[in-house]
């Protein structure tokens, strides 16, 4: 049974990098979009609304966020894409120091 989590982050209030930023989206380097698919990630979707970004990502039962993290800190590439995905991102003011993509609580849910 797949989960779904929500997170969410800012862009820097700078028309410039937040184009930028989406374009770098556009094209998402493949050893990204490799990653993202062997850490258990089946979907993953970005959506924007000003400088609020939000994210949604559907896993499978192989997802955790410490064994992603865990092999995100070990994987060049997805530390340079990291890196450069920070000159256009700001942490929330509850983040702690370093944090970035932060997880929401759902508080509602349809049921049928």
């Known amino acids: ?3 779904r989590y929500c997170l969410t982050l800012d862009l820097k209030d700078d028309p410039e990098l937040i184009a930028e930023y989406k374009r ?3 094209k998402i380097w493949p050893e990204i979009t490799q990653n993202i ?6 979907d993953l979707e970005i959506y924007l609304l000003g400088t609020r970004l939000f994210m949604i990502l559907e896993v499978n039962e192989r997802f955790s966020f410490e064994a992603k993290a865990k092999s995100d800190s070990r994987d060049p590439k997805v530390r340079e894409w990291e890196q450069l995905m920070w ?3 700001q942490p ?13 609580e759902r ?5 049928s």
């Open 1 to 3: 049974m797949n989960r």
């Open 24 to 26: 770098h989206h556009e």
């Open 37 to 42: 698919h062997e850490s258990g990630i089946e």
């Open 87 to 89: 000159k256009f991102q």
């Open 92 to 104: 929330l003011a509850n983040a702690r120091p370093g944090e970035k993509w932060l997880l929401m």
């Open 107 to 111: 508080i509602f849910k349809l049921e």
